[in-house]
């Protein structure tokens, strides 16, 4: 049976049937789902599977000896005491940013957002360059910093700086347009009942962005951890001081430690993992809360 439609068009009721809709839309969602499934297991789940097995190739002792190995110990060492260090420093400058961008109109506001996502726009390699063009031996003030015996390139200062460079826009870019959403009422009122500014922001603005902020904070973790190419450039490669992991995976792999290079990755992975979890379980919480 026909049917006409304005303009003099025809169609078949037959397409406009529901059960025939349902079944299409059906048969397209799972097919997105299986094609989503399958590129991630080709992409993700893959590769990640290949970590662990490459890893406990040759059985879990050759495993546990290298994780045990003093320059792997010392990288590990040196990854955690960067993330400890950088991010607590990038999630004040972060809540300080994010403040003062959320809350006030100000001259150069604009500037500020363009140098915090800096960072993301650059590559990594560049940002490494330039400490080393400001600090390094040569550099405009290596020949200050080498009379008073002061060493940042090639040492845990300069790769600190080089961190923080790089993770700095994760902890700002996230409390940014959630202050922005919040506006100032709650503010206004409590500063009117005379509150100071630091009561208000305690006790009103960071209980309503405590979830952002630890997001943030949870991505900032992450890219410490991993981050390899400015590291690579500041850290100079030297064993059991400034390799962090991701250097040290490169090394060992080089030297053909296939054994030792995969189970430094997949404790790296297993980092990542967690704080993959950790995310996953703010994410929920700061739903429900809201």
Same mark, same amino acid.
């Given at each position: ?29 799972? !097919? ?7 590129? @991630? &297991? +080709?992409?993700? #789940?893959?590769?990640?599977?290949? /970590?662990? *097995? ?9 495993? !546990? ?7 792997? @110990? &010392? +990288?590990?060492? #040196?990854?955690?005491?960067?993330? /400890?260090? *950088? ?122 962005v405590r979830w952002g902020l630890v997001y943030g904070m949870v991505l900032c973790n992450a890219r410490a951890m991993g981050e390899f190419g400015a590291v690579s450039v500041v850290s100079g ?54």
């Amino acid at each position: 049976m026909a049917l006409v439609l304005p303009h003099g068009v025809l169609a078949d009721d037959t397409a406009t049937r529901p059960g025939q809709h349902t079944w299409m839309h059906a048969i397209i969602r799972w !097919l997105c789902i299986t094609i989503s499934l399958a590129f @991630l &297991a +080709a992409v993700l #789940l893959a590769p990640l599977a290949t /970590v662990f *097995v490459m890893a406990l190739s040759k059985g879990l002792a050759p495993y !546990l000896h290298s994780l045990g190995d003093p320059d792997t @110990l &010392a +990288a590990i060492r #040196l990854t955690l005491t960067i993330a /400890v260090i *950088v991010v607590p420093l990038n999630t004040v400058f972060g809540l300080a940013a994010a403040w003062a961008i959320g809350k006030f109109e100000f001259r150069g506001k604009s500037m500020l957002i363009t140098l915090i996502d800096l960072p993301l726009a650059i590559s990594p390699v560049i940002s490494g360059m330039v400490f080393v063009l400001l600090f390094g031996l040569h550099g405009w003030f290596g020949a200050w910093l080498q009379e008073h015996d002061i060493s940042i390139v090639f040492a845990l200062p300069g790769i600190i700086l080089a961190t923080m460079f790089v993770t700095f826009p994760y902890v700002a870019r996230e409390l940014i347009p959630l202050m922005q959403q919040l506006g100032n009422d709650e503010e206004e009122a409590a500063i009117t009942l005379g509150a100071g500014a630091w009561m208000t922001f305690f006790r009103v603005t960071l209980p309503k962005v405590r979830w952002g902020l630890v997001y943030g904070m949870v991505l900032c973790n992450a890219r410490a951890m991993g981050e390899f190419g400015a590291v690579s450039v500041v850290s100079g490669h030297i064993h059991g001081l400034t390799n962090t992991m991701p250097l040290h995976i490169e090394i060992l792999y080089n030297e053909y430690n296939f054994v030792g290079a995969f189970a430094v990755a997949s404790l790296l992975t297993l980092l990542a993992v967690l704080t993959l979890l950790v995310k996953t379980l703010v994410e929920r919480t700061g739903y429900r809360r809201r």
